[in-house]
Each structure stands twice: as C-alpha cells, then as structure tokens.
C-alpha cells in the first residue's frame, strides 16, 4: 500500500504539530499561553447561537451545494457595503476559507504547475497547492523592508509558462503587511498582463490599523473579473473559527462550473453554521470597530514587549493579527519543543508557531516565529514575560551561552 | 487561465443537475416529490438539537484537528458495540463521509492510479478519485444477477500495476446489494493478497433487510488492519444528513498520518456540530430498530408499486434506501428534465437521479434511474404513481410510441 507522491509533499501544520506535546504538558498541570494559533479570544456574537437555538427543522438536511440562500444573499449585501457587487452565483459557500483554498487549487492546478507567494506565507497554502500536485514559486522578502513583497520585477522574474495563479494574503498572515491601493492595482495588472488567476486570501481585511487602507479588496477592481478569486471566511471576522463557514468569490464563469462540481461532490456545507453566520452579517458597524481597536492595542503591546527582549528583532504589523519576529536562538523549532517539554515560569508556558514551515526556501526562518496576538493585553503581557525567560533560559542551558 | 484538467474529468453531480430546474418548477408552483437524493425524512434525534441549544462558549473556536474528543469516544464506543475495537487515533472526524473519501483519495492516489469500483455506483465517488489524479476501473455487475459484484475472478482481472484501491459502498449505493460473511472475507483477501487499500464506504451499515446481514462490518476482519479504510457518516443513520459530520476509520498507521496532514491543512471540523453528532450515538437500540423498519416498508412498496409499471424492470434491493431501476424510456436523463419541465399531474412531478453517472462504463444506464425512498408511504405511493402517469405520456408525447 502507498501513500501518494502528494500527500508525502505535505508537512505537518506548523501551528498543529506541538498539538500532542501541549496536551502532555496540560495533563501534568501546566499552563499554556497559545499564541500559536490565529484563534481568536474575542466573543462570538451573540447572533450565532441565537440564529441556532431558533432552529427546529425536524430533520437536518442537506442544504444547496453552492450555499444557504440566505447566508449568499449576506454576504452579497456585506460586499455590497465596501463596494463590490456580486451576482448569487459569484459567490459558492465553503467549509471555513480552508475549503476555498483546497477547491480552488483542485480546480485551476494541474501536477508541475506553479502558483507564486510571498514568502513568508501561511504554511497550509502548501498543502492545498500540493494537494493538486502544485509547487509554490516563493516570492522572497527581507524583514529589513517589512516583508513588503508588491515589486513587479521580482514578481515578473518568477512567472513562467507554468505558472497558474499569484496567491496573496491580504491584510497578511504571518507577516501583517497590507497592501496600498496602488501595489494591488500593480499586482491586478500582473494577473491580469499574464493570464494568471489572482488568490486573494481577505480572511483579516476588517483588520487594518492604519486608517489609509480602509476596508481592503481587490473585488473593487472591475477589469480583473476573470482573474481573481477571493477567499474569505467568517472565522476572524466575526471570532467564529469553529463555525467553519467561509466562500470563494470569483467572477470566472468557468472557475465557477469547476468550483462547483467540487461543491456538488461534498453535498452541501453544515446547515446550521451557515445559518448562524448569515445572522452574524447583521452585526452593526461599531462590532468591526471595536474588534479592530481591540486587536490595535494588543499589537502596539505585543510590539512594545517584543523590542525590549534582548537579540529580538520585529517590524509593526500593519494589520491581520500575527507578527513574525527573529528570535535569538538556534531552531525555533527545537524552542518550542522545549518550551513544553522542558520550561516553565510557575507552571506556565507559551506556544507560538514555529517560522520555518512559513517558507519555501530551504534555509529561512529557522531562528523566526509567528506570534498571534489573540488574547487580551493582560495575558499577552505574561505571555511575552514568559517568552523573554524562556529566551533567557533556553540560550543558557541549550545552547551554553 | 485554465481550469485543472482533474476538474475538467469531473462532471456536475447528477443528483444536483437539475436542482436549478428544480428550484425553477417550484416557482411556477409545482410540488416536487424528490427521490433524487438520499435525504431522508426521519426526524433527527432532538439530541442533537438540545446539545446544540445547551451550548454557550461565548467563543466559538477550533476544535483539535482530528476531532473532537467526545466525538471521537462515542464512535470509539458505538464500534464497540458492534465488534470492532478501535483505539482513539483509529478515528479521524471529517466533515461528512464526503470529506472523508476525499481525503483519502488525495493520500493515496497518483495520477494515473486505479480504484477498482462495482458498478453502477456513488457517483461523486469519480469527482474524489479524479480530484487526486486517479482513474476508476469499474468492476461491470449485471442487473438480472441482482447487480452482485463479489466475484473473485473478475476482481482480479481488473488489477494491474497501477491499482491502489479496491472501493465498496456495503450495503450498496445505489443497487441496495449487501455482501455476504463470505463476500466480505474473499474481498478483503484480495485486498491482502495484492496489497490494496480496501475502502469500505459502510454509512448505510444500519440499513439491512434481510436479518442474516445483521450490521455488516468489514472491520471485524483483524488481520486487514493495513489495508482497511472504513468510510462513515453520522448523515444517514440518524437523519442528520445537515450536520455534516463523518469520519474516516484505519489502522493503518501511515495512512493516519497522511490523512492527518490533511486534516490539519483544513484546521477542524464545525464544533456544533460535532457536539450535536457525539449525542446522536447516545440514542437507544430502538432507534435503529424503528428506522430500519420504516425504510423496509418503504422498499417493499416501492418493489411492488415499480413492478406495476409496464416495462419497469427492478431487483428487489437488500440495503441502504435506493433502488436502481431500468425504465421504458430512451433516455433517462432527457426524461427528468422533461418531468420538470413539461410535465405535472395535478400540480404535481418527481425526482430521480438518472443512472448513466452511476456508470464508468460508457453507454451503461442510458435507461436507469437511482430512486432513494426516503419519502413516507403515502408519498411514495403518489411519486410512484406520477413516475407510471410520466412514463406513459413521455412515451406517447416525446417518443412517439
């Protein structure tokens, strides 16, 4: 028996893998500060339960493949209000965004072909690009420029008749870089002078902290129908990552017949959680505000606690809620193992995700990690206290300096 | 830009083809009676919707990659109850059996690789193993053996290099053929002799007509731990096709892994419903008892009710809740369309799935049609009564005779 050649190409998830060792380490009593994974600590609205514990059908059945009616038509209005009119049928609901990426990598992959992304990305990118037999072409960045990566030459230099799609995040995951208007309108123009399909991947554009960049999305630029694909998800907008509720939005007539064979073949998403996120669209607008100003304040901590660690290097995210910071020691990986199985500051720990897998090239990211800012400032502040002893210890006793 | 040639091998499913003339029907006012997908009207158990109304987390978060734990334990349990033990690793929660089967296919298919499938089956059973790249080799049964496929000597013609996986759905979608003990045991002795995986796709498991079946498992076979991949939904066992809550079942410790990757890739199943699915398996035996007793007294009408129509031709199915059905009609497809759009009796028409998709075989089916029951008594009897009133005018209208 085999396992296939693109399931052998897949790595263990980056925020998932210490998964086991955290449970050990909570069975013997320990607390643990996860930073390791963008799960957010903020209420759920209360539209959700609400919209669920109204629900009495009888029997649970199958809903439509492409999505609930009514969770479109929301979304359509959502769309509406930051300026990009959607047809019905330009939007398919998905299971969470992770379903988007994974459809939409089935449909517009073929085995050898490339998709280009900036580096560092979000490590699942390459499960779902691999999954259909893909390869992701790195798009390499310097923390020294912020991880800023919109420079057409370089994006250009990497394009070759194998190339299929630019997959972006958009506020970015793991780095916070936000495009201006006019690096997404070059990137547009790039997709559009290739033929290539622009991923982008908005799951955090309700989470920008510098106000010139508004509400961020590439659907406002209207001759570009036929490249892009948006991927989003209720997950973070709303702190409801457990609903598992998210869409592909494209315009591509032919995308959306594929897209939707793939819909049909899974039957339809889970009834009750695209009802509860259809109530979740009727929230007002002072909810995004108050997320944001929240998520503000946590990274100007987060930051602020970073830059007095010793050997620490970072750049202020300009939105989504990560960061990626240089840590002064030798695996961040092997950090991190020890962090649970070796280290404790009066019973508690702290878990952040390793930077390797964040990158395609061979070599980066071993000393950085990702820091998700998803708990309230009091607990970031123990959570970032408990990083700068660990550091400490781990330099001391691991590495003897 | 391209779609993938994997998507372009996939064909829309034909139980949700004509869904938009469906939904256009309904506008105009006709009642459709819809026997075209297994969505069956058997009340959900109000445990799923009480675990589901009892649950205030105030944040709704990802649950563990593999699954919920409770969830995970009651599958653990009911497995118990019928003969399999099962460690908790053994069992991965996916979002439906869809998921499940999809996922499997991607870790053990290349491109080029062949699942050798019964015919006719499942069709969206091609859209997952086209989606990894592979191909099926159906394996031809014939209608007047009563469509039974547990034939050693044409198994093992099918097999070539190139063969990963022998694929059954037990009891069977959408013939209703359930195996024998000596079927199940010579099919995993292929499975073992040549070094396949063997997946056994067992969501109707509780759905037997004939005592001597009980509740087939081809787990129970301890020595094809390595090539056993049991495929299982909670959809159709307790009516709760909405929640789309699965999981895929292996001992087979690589597979695990690759299967786990995955599962990682896409975080996490919805964690409602994972609640509401761990409460399912707490319902009583009578439960079971009660729905199979319902579905058999639909079959029974449904047999003697097809037989009436001249020129049907019908085997008596000993499983699941479908029958395959060969009718008096050029085209099967060409005639559901027709019974939405131009035909109703009183206002009213139905809905088959036709059966060409169920077939790899091309010219195979052309005149067949899946019929789920999963209607009451008094409705089947009126859909079966529209199907003898379609026949005949379809006949004279359309075909002239």
């Known amino acids: 028996m085999k396992i296939s050649i693109n399931a052998n190409r897949c790595e263990p998830s980056p925020m998932r893998k210490f998964h086991p060792l955290a449970v050990k380490a909570e069975k013997e009593g320990k ?4 930073l390791n994974i963008g799960q957010p600590d903020l209420k759920t609205p209360e539209a959700y339960f609400e919209a669920i514990r109204a629900f009495d059908p009888g029997t649970l059945a199958y809903e439509a493949s492409p999505g609930m009616p009514v969770l479109i038509e929301a979304i359509r209005k959502y769309y509406g209000k930051i300026g990009v009119d959607l047809e019905p049928n330009d939007i398919l609901i998905t299971t969470g965004g992770s379903e988007a990426l994974l459809l939409t990598c089935l449909s517009i992959l073929d085995p ?9 990305y979000y490590p699942n990118y390459t499960t779902f690009v691999h999954a259909a037999g893909g390869r992701i072409r790195a798009l390499p960045t310097r923390p020294e420029e912020g ?9 250009e230099s990497l394009i070759t008749k194998n190339t299929r799609a630019i997959m972006i995040t958009n506020p970015g995951n793991p780095t916070g870089v936000v495009l201006t208007q006019e690096e997404m309108r070059m990137i547009a123009d790039v997709a559009k002078a290739h033929n290539l399909f622009l991923i982008c991947d908005e799951v955090y554009r309700e989470f920008c902290y510098d106000d010139k960049f508004g509400v961020p999305c590439m659907g406002r630029f209207d001759d570009i129908d036929e490249n892009l694909v948006i991927i989003d998800s209720v997950s973070k907008r709303f702190s409801a990552c457990g609903a598992r509720v998210g869409c592909v939005v494209t315009k591509n007539k032919e995308l959306q017949q594929a897209l939707l064979k793939f819909c049909q073949s899974r039957l339809a998403v889970a009834t009750i959680d695209q009802l509860g ?4 669209y009727d929230v ?6 108050e997320s944001k100003e929240e998520y503000r304040k946590r990274r100007d901590l987060v930051i602020e606690k970073l830059r007095q660690i010793p050997g620490v290097e970072v750049e202020e995210p300009m939105g989504a809620f990560y960061v990626m910071a240089s840590l ?11 962090l649970l199985e070796s280290f404790d500051h009066k019973g508690d720990t702290v878990m952040f995700a390793p ?13 950085e990690v990702r820091i998700a800012y998803v708990r309230d400032c009091k607990e970031l502040e ?10 400490a210890k781990y330099r001391y006793e691991v590495m003897g300096e």
């Open 355 to 367: 930077g390797a897998p964040f990158y395609e090239t061979p070599g980066k990211g071993y000393n």
């Open 277 to 280: 996120a259809a109530a979740l």
């Open 147 to 155: 991880y800023r990566y919109a420079n057409r030459k370089r994006i």
């Open 328 to 338: 002064p020691v030798d695996d961040a990986d092997k950090f991190q193992q020890w």
């Open 382 to 391: 123990r959570a970032m206290d408990l990083l700068a002893r660990g550091i």
């Open 31 to 34: 607390k643990i500060y996860h």
């Open 284 to 289: 007002d607008a002072e909810f995004y505000r």
């Open 112 to 120: 050898y072909t490339e998709v280009i992304v900036p580096e560092p």
